[in-house]
């Protein structure tokens, strides 16, 4: 009986133990807790997705869409914090990984979800991504790139697209844009148009996607799929880097073994990155997602401990990351107007 | 003996050159596609499959760049003995089954892509009008700008 009793004692500080953060994780989270927030998609207690957001440490979590009978999902706060757009489609369909921004109708609302309300149809604003200043979209379908003044909905400029194709981001000086594209020797490449002269030059031409700007312009963070053997049925798993806009000084940010790292998203502040942990080549949308996570972007590049990642990565750092909710493409503001009550 | 009389002689002539002709003639032409099917229609000869064009990808959709030689043309700037780089969306799919939401529209009753094969094409141009996705192109390069989008692609 006491042996027992010991024994279950031992089982629950052992749990607690694996539970519990390291030392070097507590100062990761007390670094960012008061950072401003961070938006995400993830499944309700009802089984819908919602736009969530919570403090950049994973705690204080608020359900800020709370509509069951829609699917919500890819959240953008402008970037002075105050308005969230994100698109909304009928219950039951399924995200997709690769036309997310093109699915379902466009929705604006205060950062803290309130005053939702429809920009437009289904299919409205695809890949909508904010100017700057937070009055006008920048859009990308078949026919070009589109920018949208929000007050008016009128299109004040479009342009060829030359080959982007999805997950376009508008940069925080307001003169260039990065995306996805076809026009770089790989069918998903990480390139960026000038938008004064429409020249596009490839960041990073190695089956790449989801590229974000840092906040002063002068890195971009993708993720990169790793040259592989076939493994996870034939796709491999993806990396997080980042480079300079031309290109240039390609770096490693974060790799782990058996989990694709995407969504990359930099702290308003430039020293942390955000990223969704997918453990399915599609992300999972169907079911619950996979953990985000947060680094610190000083002690990059790093990589989870694994012998084949050492191999490939000799000079890898190994540092903490913050295991955040599930949750799917998050987005950092330093503003406080997400947290304030409705 | 059979005797031959030259009439005899110059009809089974006839006869022989007609069949030899219509044995030699490239398929005339197939019945057209209607007409609003793309703006250019071609029957041309897939010069090759390069090593890599053409894979199994469920979850990523994604077109390839093939390269065909024209053999004849029906609509559009075309003309025979051009080389023109047409995209295929799925090309890993029989054609009738690779229509989707991404791209809709799309079908033929080609099976598979065999480097040889004659087929007859409904084409769509520019690109970028018609799809916006992955793009195998494995003459990135080396090719002009001007690359087609297969609309419809039958076996000749």
Known sequence: MTRGLVLCGWLTLLRAAEAAPSPEVGRLAAEVRPLGWVAFSARSPRGDWDIYAMRPDGTDVRNLTNAPETEDFYPLFSRDGRQLLYRAMPRGQTVSGNDYGRQGRPMLARANGAEAKPLGEDGALPWATWSPDGRQLLTLQPRGFAIVDLATKQVVRSFPRGGFYQQPTWSPDGRAVV??????????????????????????????????????????????????????????????????????????????????????????????????????????????????????????????????????????????????????????????APGLSR | MISRHPSAVIGSGLVASGFLLWMAWPFSTPPPFPANLGNVEVVARLTEVPTGAVFERELYHYATILKYEVITCARGKVLPGDIIYVAHYDPWKPRAAAADAKAPGIGGDVRAFVAGDRHHLALAVPLDDHYMGGLVDKYFGRRPALAYWALRTDAD
């Open chain 1, 179 to 336: 995306g996805v594209s076809n026009g770089f020797d790989t069918g998903w490449s990480i390139a960026r148009l000038e938008l004064a002269t429409q020249r596009a030059n490839a960041v990073s031409v190695a089956d790449c996607c989801t590229p974000d700007w840092s906040a002063d312009g002068e890195r971009v963070v993708f993720s990169r799929r790793r040259p592989h053997g076939g493994e996870n049925g034939g796709y491999g798993w993806t990396e997080l880097w980042q480079a300079r806009p031309d290109g240039a000084e390609p770096q490693l940010v974060y790799a782990e073994a058996g989990r694709h790292l995407y969504g990359g998203h930099v702290s308003p502040d430039g020293r942390f990155v955000l990223f969704t942990g997918n453990l399915r080549e599609d992300g999972d949308p169907a079911h619950q997602g996979a953990p985000m996570g947060l680094v610190r972007l000083a002690d990059t590049p790093m990589i989870a401990e694994d012998a084949d990642l050492r191999r490939a990565y000799p000079q890898a750092k190994s540092a903490p990351v913050l295991v955040l909710p599930a949750g799917h493409e998050p987005c950092w503001t330093a503003a406080e």
